[in-house]
């Protein structure tokens, strides 16, 4: 099954980024991730087997931390504005960071290797050259609002025709 761990953002943050996507360009080759499907991912774990969710989420588990507030503000894109394949809004906190070095370190006795984190939104994606207009500058630094961080959750993601369909584990 393929898999990722995640959190979760509120649902206030939601309707504001699907507002932000109303302005996207409008180009076939831009597809807006549905507003219900954002998320902060923290690590893709890719296809793994059913006998590895146990110990997945004792590594979750083990992750302690107390709730925190994460900033969602700004907007960027992968890889770069000359060859775009991402649209993100980023999510601000250093907690964001410390939990995904931990859960690179706890995964790797089970085969996982150890990825750089950039902490974002994934609000569209990209299937071709596009030109992004004034979207990019007008919304650089756009603040989307505040959430809180309750939870980490290993999640399956199966990929449709008409986009990934995202369960908890």
Do not use: C
């Not at 609000?123 to 609002?145: C, E, M, Q, W």
């Amino acid at each position: 099954m393929r898999t990722f761990i995640a959190i979760d953002i509120s649902e206030e943050i939601k309707q504001k980024l699907a507002k932000l996507q109303e302005d996207l360009p409008a180009d076939s080759r831009i597809r807006p991730v549905k507003s219900e499907a954002i998320h902060i991912t923290l690590k893709f774990l890719g296809e793994i087997e059913n006998a590895k969710v146990t110990d997945i989420k004792r590594v979750i588990d083990s992750i302690k931390f107390d709730p925190f507030a994460v900033d969602v503000t700004g907007i960027g894109v992968f890889p770069s504005e000359t060859f775009i394949r991402v649209v993100w809004v980023g999510a601000e906190n250093e907690g964001l960071d410390r939990i995904a070095a931990e859960l690179d370190k706890g995964l790797q006795p089970f085969g996982f290797g150890s990825e750089k984190f950039v902490s974002h939104l994934t609000i569209a994606r990209v299937t071709g050259r596009i030109d992004p207009g004034d979207f990019l500058s007008k919304h650089k630094n756009d603040y989307f609002g505040r959430f809180e961080v309750k939870e980490i959750k290993l999640k399956r993601s199966t990929l449709t025709p008409r986009g990934p369909i995202y369960e908890d584990l």
